[in-house]
């Protein structure tokens, strides 16, 4: 029986060892500073059916406690009730101690305080309950601690909500309490303050410019201060109170700011002007926020969380890879907003997972959408003056081009006078030199002698003649002049172009007694219009045989500049030359040197020349070193290819 006795006593033994051993170790209060950080000093019980009082959880599953191992407490989306105990030695301390529970946006959470007599007293809190229930007026949840009588406390609390369940609980002496508090106001006043600020003064500059971006913006503030008003818990200490529903509704400034930052970047980046797939990327993304916004009134939690978890997702990839995709292609006033969003939709991400529990829950994560905002707001107000520069410049590129349009309109305007003047006063000259002839030929036809038919005929037929040769003349220079393209272009070789008119012309040119030396390389081709090629070379040679001296000397030389990719061609006589005046005009239309009474052109041959190089991407100009030393005729062409010939 004695032996009976000692096994039992053993037993009681034991289990009281087990019971002592699953109690919190305390947390003293003496020399430890100002602070504590309470959330791997607890002890955690999960309720899976939430129904379990506060006696069955001190006694019936009190084993089930086990021990926190981290300072920041992430448990997720949860349906469970959580339980959490702690305990504090008191015996040494100093002054009052308050436990705060940092995290503000728990849905319901109860202090359970031992009351001296063997019970517990209960102080039920939370952001879904009236802020009046606190026991002291602070965003955050804050308790006195019962740190009077000294000796070992042992406190409960209960946690349950329907969104991330993320805990930051601190224990803090009086003084310590104090300059939390005095420091978290003082970030979060400038931060409001920031914000505040940049919305009227974006505000006013909508209602003075107009621009719809600055609207957009403001839509983008306002939706992040409704969203961190409703989160850090300011909204339920001063705004509503008594309303604690409408914290449940933080999920509307989501789809605000994204609303908001579609629309802001739509226009921001001008993607209807410049980048008109994007723009309807955006519009489909838009529809996206239109539908995900219904099906959150219909979801329950913690779906309808996830929801616009993943629409705040989805908007950090979409805007990430829309600056960055604009940037790259050229769009020099994206570098800006790419900077801004970057580092603002990382916080939000950061922030996203970091309440989904995917990610190790730190003191920062409540604060990354402050941080974020900060910069978003400083960078896109430095992006918006950066857009309005931009603009600017812009706005004086599109004048200066627009004046410099207008003064060569001008210019061509006044050229198109000046051609028109000089067109009447020559097709008056052509037509008074025929009728002129006719006259004449009517006063000799009253002669009735042979010899005197045969002048007067020679004389209507070289009027008719002339008047034919003007009209057509001018009728081909308008229609090169107004072509709106260049001809066709192929590989042309000018050598043989000259070496065939050359034959063409042998019988003028033994009578003229004049020597022609085509000295063009053979391996030579340039890019251009074969039959207008063969036309340019016909006038420029016609011309040189025409005013050349009997027995002058007629020279055809080329030169290349592979560097440049271009031919030079020179037709050069030893004829009448021209004075410098006159090789201003000379490639002006309906010009001719010397009195028209005397010369057999139009003054369009070297004008129509001109046009059909410069069409081609050419050059035409005429040198002379003076009248009577010789004048020459220089083409410039596009190399289409040179096989190793050097220039002659």
Known sequence: MRKFHWVVFAVLALLSTVAQAIKPEPVVLEGIGDEVALGARMQI???????????????????????????????????????????????????????????????????????????????????????????????????????????????YLKVKG??????????????????????????????????????????????????????????????????????????????????????EYFWLATYVIALALALYSRQFLQLAQRFPRYDRLLRHYMILIGVAFLLQWVLQPPYSYHLSTFIALLTVVLFSWLGWTVWRQGFRVARLYVLAWSVFLLTIFLYAIGNLGLIPYHVLVPYLPHIGALWVVVMLSLALGDRIRFLENERKQLALEAQQNLERHLSDIEQMNQDKSMFLQYISHELNTPINWIGAADSLGNNNGEDSDVDVWAMVRKGQKRLIGIVGTSLRYFDLSDRSQAPPVGSCQPMWILDALIREESDRIEQSGLTLRNRVSPNLRVRASETELREVFAMGLDNALRF??????????????????????????????????????????????????????????????????EQVGGQLWAESPGPGRGFSLHVRLPLAEFEGATAS
């Not at 517990?120 to 809190?125: A, C, H, I, K, N």
């Not at 609980?169 to 400038?190: C, H, N, R, T």
């Not at 403001?218 to 604690?244: D, K, R």
């Not at 090789?583 to 369009?604: K, Q, T």
Request: net charge negative.
């Open 162 to 247: 329907k969104g991330a369940l993320n805990m930051m609980p601190m224990l803090y002496s009086a003084k310590g309490l104090v300059e939390y508090s005095y420091l978290e106001q003082l970030i979060q006043g400038l931060f409001y303050g920031s914000l505040a600020i940049m919305l009227i003064y974006n505000l006013m500059l909508f209602l003075s410019l107009r621009d719809n971006v600055h609207l957009h913006f403001v839509m983008f503030l306002a939706g992040i201060i409704f969203f961190n008003i409703s989160v850090s818990g300011y909204g339920l200490q001063f705004l509503w109170p008594e309303t604690p529903k409408i914290n």
């Open 548 to 613: 050349s001296a009997e027995g002058g000397i007629v020279e055809m030389v080329s030169e290349v500049d592979v560097g440049e990719g271009f031919a030079h061609i020179v037709i050069r006589d030893e004829g009448k030359g021209a004075t410098a005046e006159q090789l201003e005009h000379i490639m002006e239309p309906f010009f001719v040197m010397g009195s028209r009474h005397h010369e057999e052109g139009f003054g369009l041959s070297l004008a129509m020349a001109r046009v059909m190089v």
């Open 45 to 155: 019980l999960e309720d899976p059916e939430s129904h379990w009082t506060l006696d069955q959880v001190r006694n019936q599953f009190a084993s089930r406690f086990r021990n926190s191992d981290a300072s920041a407490l992430n448990f997720g989306f949860t349906d469970s009730t959580l339980w959490l105990r702690f305990a504090v030695d008191a015996t040494d301390a100093e002054g009052s101690w308050f436990l705060v529970e940092r995290h503000p946006i728990l849905d319901e959470l109860t202090l359970y305080v031992p009351d001296g007599a063997g019970g517990y007293r209960s102080f039920p809190v939370g952001d879904t309950r009236p802020f009046s229930l606190r026991p002291m007026d602070h965003r955050s949840f804050v308790f006195s601690l019962n740190t009077d009588n000294g000796g070992v406390t042992e406190y």
